[in-house]
């Protein structure tokens, strides 16, 4: 690794080299110093740190810094270190350029043919065909007596390209503007992320951007570290380092052993200070992504044939938080057991959804041709018995290119291009509007999966309750007070220990600070069950800081951090009379354990045996308990100078204590919550709580809640009891030991982060419910990243949350507040409305469109909507309508129902029968005009117009009638589930309105002076009228259709539903190092026509789910910049195309027993 990173200084500038050279801008350290110094680790680092620097305060005086003030905050010095060492930023990959995606929205197959089509269509139009012998050659052009009819033959080719153009733009402009959304959303989080410095001897929060080398940083437990440092003072302190080096055991760092810190690691326990040495690209995570961008570009050309079979787009992103930890270790284990990433549910019904389409379109359009050539051939040389003529074979091929266009007009109708687009915008649209509902979604497919959950489990603290702690009753001097007693009523000595317990042991980070605005409470900062505590100490009169003052934090001699194994933390600090004294506190039942003394009323020690501890906590505990308080108890150990232990031997140290008290600490229920609560209830979604606290204070709180209701029944379960009931006799879980727990169980007390991540993967994985269950988690600690990982949507606690937990999490909750989670229910379900509103009213068009054209041209040899036609209505119908329907708002109605179920069609009967209903209706108005349509309105018939002739009135009516019936259809669509007023809330979203009277608006245009290119001829007003009453003739037809009964339809099928199990190929579940859809690329191999709509399908998609996935999908999503973990493959694997994404998920569906892919 060292070598690695030393041949990467090349990459700097070598001017910025020379700046340094004798000691860059007045320190005196260069930036290459500073760099070999991270590269090394342990012994060698301190040895070098010794001989280079003295200790680390040499090196903050070298720095300019001072390790308990930190820097001076003025510009020019934070601006000329920024200079001289860099900034804390990784400069992202470049985005694709606005012409890069418009050359890959040329790559659709369907538009090329059109292209080409198109062109040949131009060229034969410019051949004027030598000599007259035009009669020779059939009834080629009747209607060219007029010159000018004959030379705009070239108009039509050109509308076509100009048509192309059009769709190519727009592909491009909506890729380019998500891609830009993406990165806002992206940028948004990395302002968001701030890290603790000390400048001026203040604590200042910075964003993470602004940290400079020699700022003093506070690191504590639930970091990510941003920059490079080196150690100055520590307590306990763990670091997770294996997204550097892949070792999963934490690593201890202390000042006298291993004082590195190293970016993008993890610190798992204990708190310390650090000077930052390295930011930015010189950081240890920078110089990783230096090579891997050097290493990316040789890599690009070795994806390209891999991305040329792939047919999907690599959309390049770059990571969510510049570095991203990943268990190396552990992947690679479980490479071998893990089946892929499911895809989303949407994704996989509408990827189905688009190739059942696409392939019937294909056929269609094809035996359109088919049938039109062989007319043309067997009416022209059999039935007339004309002879090919070498003369007139430009005007045959004229007629072939003719067919084929129409051939291909079909397709392009039958091929729902907008789906992928209205996926897009719908969840684009719903992404942006729940930022103002308080959820930041990171990952696109949470919000859809959001809405088929059916399973919430929820942390108790800071999610259901305010998280602001305060202490309500106390057990001091063998006296229970129930509310905060008089100081005078403690004898000295007791208040006194107690001050300095609550003072000492807990973090110095955490403090109470005086409120804001006037009359407003006091503001808590830091841990909030210690501010609680620190609270208590002011309502006793007592003040905490001065004893902090005292006694610094680089006094304390030895302090135990609190972690989710100990359930309690411990401090220990030097007597006057060189004895040891250490203060504990801790959940009450684990730490009394340890208790064997206790205080009286005179503050003196009195023995605490087993039986008065079982006595303390029926008649103490337990009533605090029920009152929905977390009772913690805090108690002290004297140690002589003489009897100093073996600080290491946790047990022995932390035994043998003396109780000065316990308090019941209150966190409020968030008044909002029952109602949120009991809104899920009725949407059909479990809630379940699972917190660390007591059983009786969990039972008390989820009564509040609303979580568990009196006479039903219900399982509150203790961690213990729950791993008792879920293992068998060797200690390994049972999923149908599971499965008889999880349904009833609504409360898991006591529980910690595995039982969380047991319950979840349990849940999902258990196959007893009709439809595998959809699980979302709440979570706020380093602790809970398992869970949030397992989880179908992870949210993490904006407010409350360590970095850890936001990283491995879908959406954050900017509140931190249940009620969020409710609106992101009702955003998730209003998203897969959406996409079913616009496949009803697409598909109807295609349906008619199809039919249209399919019949007419066999009958009358001409489709009467002409391609240029077909690609308005397929714009209209596309890109329009998904804009439209895709941006209806969310009403609170769709609570009312239970969530769709991963194997619910997407197509349901209702909207089968809605679909099948207005297709008769449009098909019988338009086979009615093509075959009478002119004795009724008295005007010449515009079937069997000979090629190049002036467009009819007659087909400009059937056009203008046919998207008439659109546009208020696109009305009918607004409704799926057979509503009768189909106009409600229609005003609530502007957007569908402006998009209907403009597309009626341009319709007009097109009409009257569309001409030649769009085929039209101008209509008189009494035919406008006409259409336009044929038109509103679909909202009465609407009507009527929800008049029949869905129920006894029964000969409806639905469609669209997610692949089957038994679909699944055994080579699809060969998962490993190439992760590669197998159904897909058979597809692929076929290099079939619709193969853009699913493409565009998938690039969405891909984007959508970069970062979900866990192994690479061979040359679709390459994340290059997204991880440290790569350095292994880069340097190890043989195939340098694989990279593999390491803050995806480790443990996507390892539960799944058959390893099927469950849809």
């Known amino acids: 690794m060292g070598d690695m990173a030393n041949s990467s200084i090349e990459f700097h500038p070598k001017p910025q080299q020379q700046r340094e050279a004798p000691h860059a801008g007045g320190f005196g350290c260069t930036l290459a110093e500073l760099r070999s110094l991270m590269e090394l680790r342990g012994a060698e680092a301190l040895q070098k740190v010794q001989e280079a620097y003295g200790d680390v305060s040499g090196l903050c005086r070298r720095l300019k810094t001072s390790p308990t003030e930190g820097l001076a905050d003025n510009a020019n010095d934070l601006e000329k270190r920024r200079q001289i060492y860099g900034q804390n930023f990784i400069p992202p990959k470049q985005p694709k350029t606005f012409l890069q995606l418009v050359w890959e929205a040329l790559q659709d197959v369907t538009l090329i043919i059109l292209e080409v089509a198109a062109i040949v269509s131009l060229g034969l139009s410019f051949y004027a065909p030598p000599g007259e012998e035009s009669e020779a050659c059939g009834n ?28 190519v733009l727009v592909t491009a402009f909506n890729d380019w503007s998500k891609e830009k959304q993406f990165r806002g959303l992206q940028s948004r989080i990395e302002q968001e992320q701030k890290f603790t410095v000390i400048r001026n001897g203040q604590l200042l929060q910075v964003p993470v951007a602004a940290l400079v080398v020699g700022d ?7 970091d990510l570290l941003p920059a490079d440092g080196v150690l100055i003072q520590g307590n306990d302190l763990k670091i997770d380092e294996s997204s550097l080096t892949g070792e999963s055991d934490h690593v201890r760092k202390s000042a006298d052993k291993d004082p590195m810190l190293l970016s993008g690691t993890h610190v798992m326990e204990g708190s310390g200070r650090m000077v930052v040495t390295a930011v930015g690209v010189n950081s240890q995570t920078g110089i990783i992504f230096t090579l891997l961008g050097a290493g990316g570009e040789e890599e690009e050309k070795k994806d390209k044939k891999a991305k040329k079979q792939d047919g999907a787009v690599a959309m390049e992103m770059q990571p969510l938080k510049s570095a991203e930890g990943g268990e190396m270790e552990e992947r690679e284990k479980k490479k071998a057991s893990v089946p892929k990433k499911e895809k989303s549910v949407l994704q996989g019904k509408l990827t189905k959804l688009a190739v059942q389409i696409g392939k019937a379109g294909l056929v269609m359009s094809a035996i359109t041709v088919i049938i039109l050539v062989l007319y043309f051939v067997i009416e022209t040389f059999v039935v007339k018995g004309r002879v090919w003529l070498a003369e007139c074979t430009p005007v045959y091929v004229q007629y072939f290119v003719k067919f084929f266009i129409i051939g291909v007009t079909v397709l392009v109708v039958a091929v729902p291009e907008g789906l992928p687009l209205a996926v897009t915008i719908s969840l684009a649209y719903s992404v942006k509007k729940m930022m103002k509902d308080n959820n930041l979604v990171r990952h696109l497919d949470a919000c859809e999966t959001m809405g088929n959950a059916t399973a919430i489990c929820s942390d108790k603290t800071g999610t259901l309750t305010t998280n602001r702690m305060t202490v309500v009753q106390s057990y001091l001097g063998d006296t229970h007070y129930k509310e905060i007693p008089a100081p005078s009523a403690l004898t000295p000595k007791i208040l006194d220990l107690l001050v300095h317990a609550i003072s000492i042991n807990s973090a110095y980070t955490s403090k109470i600070l005086p409120p804001e605005k006037e009359g407003a409470l006091p503001r808590q900062v830091g841990n909030k069950t210690e501010c609680a505590l620190l609270g208590f100490v002011l309502d006793l009169k007592r003040d905490f800081q001065p004893v902090r003052e005292r006694i610094p934090e680089d006094k304390l001699y030895k302090v135990y951090t609190f972690n989710s194994v100990r359930k309690s933390m411990s401090t220990v600090i030097c007597m006057p009379d060189g004895g040891f004294r250490l203060f504990s506190k801790g959940a009450s039942e684990i730490l009394l354990k340890k208790c064997t003394n206790i205080l009286n009323s005179n503050g003196e020690l009195r023995s605490f045996r087993p039986r008065d501890r079982d006595d303390m906590v029926k008649k103490i505990i337990e009533p605090m308990a029920c009152d929905g308080l977390r009772t913690i108890c805090i108690a002290y150990r004297d140690f002589s100078a003489a009897q100093e232990p073996d600080w290491e031997n946790e047990n022995e140290v932390v035994g043998d204590l003396t109780c000065i008290a316990i308090v019941g600490i209150e966190d409020p229920v968030r008044p909002e919550v029952p109602e949120a609560i009991r809104k899920c209830q009725r949407a059909g979604i479990t809630v379940r709580m699972v917190t660390g606290d007591n059983i009786n204070t969990a039972r008390a709180i989820a009564a509040k809640c609303g979580i568990i209701q009196p006479g039903e029944d219900f399982l509150c379960l203790e961690g213990k009891e729950f791993n008792r009931r879920i293992r068998n006799e060797k200690g390994e879980i049972e999923q149908e030991r599971l499965d008889k727990v999880w349904p009833k169980l609504r409360v898991l007390a006591r529980s910690s982060p595995t039982d969380k991540h047991t319950l979840v993967k349990g849940i999902i994985d258990s196959t007893t419910g009709e439809q595998r269950q959809v699980v979302a988690v709440t979570g706020d600690g380093t602790n809970d990243g398992p869970a949030l990982k397992k989880a179908d949507v992870g949210f993490a606690m904006g407010i409350a949350g360590t970095d850890v937990a936001k990283e491995a999490s879908d959406i954050i909750l900017t509140d931190d507040n249940f009620t969020s989670i409710v609106k992101a229910v009702m955003w998730g379900r209003n998203v897969y409305d959406s996409i079913s509103k616009f496949l009803q009213f697409q598909l109807t068009v295609n349906v008619v469109a199809v039919i249209v054209a399919f019949t007419g041209a066999c009958i ?6 002409k391609a240029v036609q077909m690609l308005w209505v397929n714009l209209i119908m596309d890109t329009f309508a998904s804009l439209a329907l895709a941006t209806e708002p969310p009403t609170e109605s769709l609570l009312l129902r239970k969530p769709y179920g991963r194997d619910k069609p997407l197509i349901s009967r209702t909207m089968m029968k809605n679909i099948l209903g207005h297709a008769a209706y449009q098909l019988t108005i338009i086979f ?23 467009p009819s009135e007659h087909y400009t009516i059937i056009f203008n009638t046919f998207v008439m019936m659109q546009l208020f259809n696109e009305i009918n669509a607004r409704k799926i589930h057979g509503e009768r007023n189909v106009f409600h809330g229609i005003f609530g979203n502007p957007i569908f309105c402006t998009i209907v009277l403009g597309t009626f608006a341009i319709q007009i245009v097109i009409v009257q002076f569309g001409g030649k290119p769009f085929s039209c001829s101008p209509l008189s007003t009494e035919q406008w009228l006409w259409c ?29 539903h997610g692949p089957g199990k038994d679909e699944m190929t055994d080579e699809e579940l060969a998962e490993g190092e190439e992760e590669i859809d197998h159904a897909e690329r058979e597809l692929r191999r076929g290099q079939i026509l619709w193969f853009r709509g ?32 790569q350095l292994h493959d880069v340097t190890n694997l043989s195939t340098p195309t694989h990279v593999i994404l390491s803050a995806a998920n480790p443990t996507s569906a390892a539960g799944n027993p058959s390893g099927e892919s469950i849809p």
């Not at 009358?860 to 909507?865: A, G, N, R, V, W």
């Not at 005009?929 to 190049?948: K, M, Q, T, W, Y």
């Open 1028 to 1056: 336009l009453f044929v038109g509103v003739g679909e909202l009465v037809w609407g009507q009527v259709i929800a008049t029949i009964p869905t129920s006894q339809l029964k000969c409806l099928k639905e469609a669209g």
């Open 1094 to 1125: 699913l493409n565009r399908i998938q690039t969405q998609m891909e984007v959508v789910s970069t970062f979900k996935r866990s192994g690479s999908f061979q040359g679709a999503v390459r994340r290059r910049s997204s991880v440290l973990s």
């Open 216 to 222: 003093i940083a506070q690191v504590k437990y639930g």
């Open 928 to 950: 009615t005009l093509l075959f009478v349509g002119e004795l009724f309105f008295d005007i010449d018939s515009g079937r069997n117009a000979p090629l190049h002739s002036p």
């Open 140 to 167: 080629v052009s009747s209607g060219a007596e007029d010159e000018g009819e004959a030379e705009a033959g070239w108009i039509e080719g050109a509308a076509i390209l100009l048509s192309v153009i059009c769709v």
């Open 860 to 865: 009358t040899q001409d489709s009467p909507l």
